[in-house]
Each structure stands twice: as C-alpha cells, then as structure tokens.
C-alpha cells in the first residue's frame, strides 16, 4: 500500500533531519534541548548536506500536519468538521470525531496536529540558525535555504492561528525559551508572519518554471500577504498582493479544468513534491473511491446540491461511484491519480492563482468598485461554463455570490471552507443547519490538554472546552 510504502522510506529522507537536528518527540515545548553542536555545524558546512535538511521538512509537510494531502490533513478533518465531507470511518477515528464534533481538548488528533507542526516549525528553526550561522555555505544556498524557511514558518503559523486562536509564535530553537513561552494574539501572530514574509521576499527567486514550484517564490510570499490581508481585511493590500501574482504573466488559470491540478498547470503557485518519481498525491490515494461504501469520506449530499446547474466544476472535479443497491457516493476528483504512474502527474497543490481572483474580488466588493469585483467572480465562473453575473450595487449580493464561488472553486482544499464561514461569520449561520450539535466555540479548536499541563503560560484554554 502507499501509505506503508511512504512510511518506510520517509524514515530514510527524514533520518538527516531528525538525528542532526534534533527533533523533539513528544511536545514542542520540549524541543530545543541541548544538542550536538559539532553535528549540526557539520550540516551547514556543505551545500547538499543543508538543502537535504530542508528537502526532510518538506517531507514532513506531505506526510502529516495541515498541509499534508493525507487523511491527517487539513482537508480531511477541517471538510469533515463542517460541511464538505461525510465521514464513513469507525466513529473513533480521527476524522469522525470532527465529523460527530466530538473534539475535546483531549483528543488525539488535537494534540498530533498541534505537536507534529510546532516540531515541523522547530526543524525549519533549526534549518534558519544553521544557515545563518554558517560561514561555509554558498550564498545562492544560504539565501535559498533562509528564504524558504521563513516562508514556511509565516504559513504554519498562519494555519495555527486561524485554527487555535492565540498561539506562540516559535522562531527560534532555545529550550528555555520554547518550554515556557507564552500565546501572541492573533493580531500578534499576524505581524510575525507578515515580517517573516517580508524578509522571505528578499531571499527567493521571483518564480520557478511550470512544473517545477515545489519550492516557495516571491508569488507564494505574495499570495500568503494577501491571504492574510483578507483575513485583516485590510482590502488595499489585499488587492496590492493579489495584484502582484494576477499581474505576472507566468502564472494564469487554466482553461480546462481537468488540468488545474497537473503538475505543469500554469495557474499552480506552490506544490508539494511526491517522495518518488511514479508516484502522485495523498489526495487521489485518499479521496478517489474504488469500493462502496466508502470506508473514509465522501461528499456530502448538501454539498453536491449546492452547486450551480450547468457548473463544469461539478463534471470534472467530483467523482461518483454507486453501490449494488444503486446509492450513489460522491467524491473529491480534482486529482485524477490514485496511486502509481509511469512519472508522477500531479503534485499537491498548495496555493493557486485562482484563490487571489478570489480575494481581491472580494477587496473590491468592500472597496464599492463593483464592476472590478464582478470582472473577477466572472473569471471564475466563466471558466467552469456559467453565465456571468449581470451588473449590480448590491453588497450583498455580491458578497453572497463570492461565498458561493469560494465554496465551489477551492473546497477539500486544506480547510478553506472552515476559515472562509469564519471569516464571514457565517458558522453560527450555516453550520447548526447542518449539523445539530454545532456550538458557538467551535469557530476555534481547543488548545490540547497536555501542551496547557506541561507549560501554564499556554493558559487559558479557548473557551467552551
């Protein structure tokens, strides 16, 4: 199975990574403890030896945490949380617990996403100091190696925050410091990844060729900028980001959509690689049914009436599969691939040029400039095959239409969906339609139990829990 065949060579590909640098077992409050110097300066002494660090945190993000395509992703559990996937796996699963919404601050899978990328940000930490304090790495490297560990540090965070709520905001590898370090506001939290952000912008190339964006850009630091200008809803910037990436002429939607989630699709931004050449995504692995009844997830039936007739996303990003009793099960398709191909055809998708359409349609909305806004909604919609929408003032319409097209355009797509009913204040609105223990509280997961045992400074747990 992949999944086996993954678990046994990331072993490999992370060993460098885990011995050199340290990596805490059970707790980011417990990374950071004395190491072996000697070892670690003997990494960043050589150009290979540094970039095959980096190479074992990019591993760990495919393999577990928010970005991970697998079923401890984002996803997977955030789509089944509110109300893009059904779950089918035994109700002790991970996933089920969010699908029932019976999290609790003690729940495994809290404590895993919350511990496995605070260590994945304690090696990127390491990787950043053992650049910076290196007198033997080329420059090129050097300035390559820094640029991309800042950038990830700003997007795990990021992904922490608008989860978890306050946060600490972890930049470097002293124990002393990590074991009794305290939360940052989210206001907070945003000002550090916007300055990691920033100084990212100095140090990565401008682009990289199609096919070839398995590492961060200057376009991906402008995509995130943007992101979390939505998100503050600070609407000029937001348009002065999406702006930057929309006006360069390398990156542009596809116009089929079958080829928006290839390899080599023009409008990608930043991809995962897979560990091998023949091998593809966790999603396809994850989502694609072979079998019924699914013994995972599937859409939602409510998520499936909910798209427009006539939506070219509906045809060619779900999958169907019906059973022997003639039910019919829905699926995410948006990649094609199961498993193995004779070389890899899709990469996972991080981010992608249509989520900026996205969020400076929606700067324009707040801004009055109407016409701009429906130009870019209609971008979206004219190339999954609907009709554009007729000239109008009205806010709120406006704003209604773009809710709609992000849930169309980017669901299963690393918890959009959650953030996005959030950032709208739509979850309290939305949510106890679909499921009926939905609480207010739920707009943030709570902090796990261990992690407020082990360092007090973590206090108070998010309310309700």
């Known amino acids: 199975m992949k999944s086996t065949i993954i678990k046994n060579i990331i072993l490999l590909s ?11 077992c059970d707790s980011f409050t417990d990374v950071g403890l004395p190491k072996n110097q000697i070892t670690r300066d003997l990494v960043f002494k050589d150009d290979q030896l540094a970039k095959s660090a980096m190479a074992g945190v990019y591993r760990s993000l495919e393999e577990s945490g928010f970005l991970s395509g697998s079923s401890s992703g984002a996803q997977v559990i955030l789509g089944a949380y509110v109300d893009e996937l059904q779950s089918y796996a035994p109700a ?3 996933v089920s617990v969010f699908y029932q919404l019976s999290h609790m601050a003690g729940s495994s899978k809290i404590s895993s996403l919350w511990t496995s990328t605070y260590s994945q940000i304690y090696n990127i930490n390491a990787v950043i100091e053992g650049v910076e304090n290196s007198e033997n790495l080329s420059s090129e490297v050097r300035s390559r190696l820094k640029g991309e560990g800042l950038f990830l540090r700003s997007i795990l965070h990021l992904y922490l925050v608008q989860t978890f709520g306050s946060i600490p905001y972890v930049n470097s590898t002293n124990y002393e410091v990590n074991q009794s370090i305290s939360k940052s506001s989210i206001a907070q939290v945003y000002v550090q990844c916007k300055a990691d952000l920033d100084a990212a912008l100095s140090l990565l190339p401008e682009t990289l060729a199609i096919g070839n964006r398995i590492y961060p850009t200057k376009m991906a630091a402008y995509t995130i900028l943007a992101r979390i200008a939505y998100y503050e809803k600070n609407w000029d910037a937001a348009i002065q980001y999406s702006n930057a990436v929309i006006g360069n002429a390398q990156y542009n ?7 928006v989630f290839l390899k080599d699709s023009s409008g990608s931004i930043w991809q995962l690689l897979p560990f091998s050449s023949i091998y593809n995504t966790y999603q396809g692995n994850v989502f694609i049914l072979n079998t019924t009844p699914p013994t995972n997830v599937a859409l939602r039936q409510d998520f499936i009436n909910d798209f427009e007739p006539g939506d070219g996303r509906r045809t060619a990003w779900v999958g169907q599969k019906s059973d022997s009793q003639n039910k019919t099960y829905y699926y995410p398709y948006k990649y094609k691939q199961y498993s193995t191909s004779t070389s890899s055809l899709e990469y996972s998708v991080i981010l992608r040029v249509e989520e900026l359409y996205l969020i400076r349609a929606e700067a324009y909305i707040h801004k009055g400039q109407y016409d701009l806004a429906i130009a870019d909604l209609n971008k979206i919609r004219n190339r999954a095959g609907l009709a554009s929408l007729t000239a109008t003032t009205d806010q709120n319409i406006l704003l209604n239409a773009l809710v709609k097209e992000r849930r169309s355009e ?3 797509e690393f918890g959009h969906r959650f953030y996005d009913l959030k950032q709208h204040d739509l979850l309290d609105v ?3 339609t679909r499921k009926a223990g939905w609480k207010p509280n739920f707009r943030l997961l709570p902090l796990p139990e261990k992690e407020l045992l082990l360092n007090p400074n973590l206090n108070p747990q998010n309310e309700g829990y």
Not at 14 to 24: H, I, V
Not at 253 to 259: A, V
């Open 430 to 432: 939305v949510m106890p």
């Open 253 to 259: 939607m596809e116009s089929d959509l079958n080829k």
């Open 92 to 94: 002790t699963s991970d």
């Open 14 to 24: 992370l060993l460098l990574l885990s011995l050199l640098l340290c990596k805490s």
């Open 410 to 412: 980017l669901f299963t």
